[in-house]
């Protein structure tokens, strides 16, 4: 992280700009009274980064740390900001855009399994309609293992594929897990709407 926190207009100006056409939020309309914060259910996780200093990182065009922390990487989407934002500003547009950004400019995120977790449930879910149980955690697994791989963390790789082995038990056992691949009706559909939303990244080629 940034060890100064000085505005950088010549960063800011067209960090803010992006964001806000982006993700259709007016930034400039935060007043800072961090009602949105009380109420974020991943607050905890998040360090220091709450979604009011979120925006106030990007008017301030922090633009590092503002395509890399925590809560761009945990927020789930929950849109209990936005319900209290007097402002009606929503910070789950705003970390959608973020995320999307740091994808762009190909920036290892800071927890890289959410990373994984979220490329890998939607590409399933894109290419067939509905998200394939083997599909997707073979694609999140591996991409576990590679990132471990580089870092040399052996332990790391064992303990997860035997948490995932017991899981996958489990779910075998109550009949949750389908090995063959069904297809729904207006996969097209859902592809096309990812293609008009500009992440192609998670859209699988046509076979
Ligand atoms: S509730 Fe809205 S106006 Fe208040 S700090 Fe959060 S985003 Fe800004
Ligand atoms: S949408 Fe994201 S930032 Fe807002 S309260 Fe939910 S988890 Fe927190």
Redesign the pocket.
Known sequence: MESEREFDYETARPLVQKIMEQSGQNLLACYQCRR?AS????GEETGYVT?DRLIRMIVLGQRDDVLNNQ?VWR????????TRCPNDIQ??RI?ETVKKMSKENHITPITPKVDHFHSSFVKAGVRWGRVNEIEFINSYEIKNAITDLRHLRFKEIFKEMATQGGLGLRMLRKKRLHFGFQRTKGRDEIKRLYKKAGDRSVVPKAH
């Open positions: 949105c109420g974020c259910p991943v979604p809560l927020c789930v989407s929950c849109y209990t900001c936005g910070t789950a970390t």
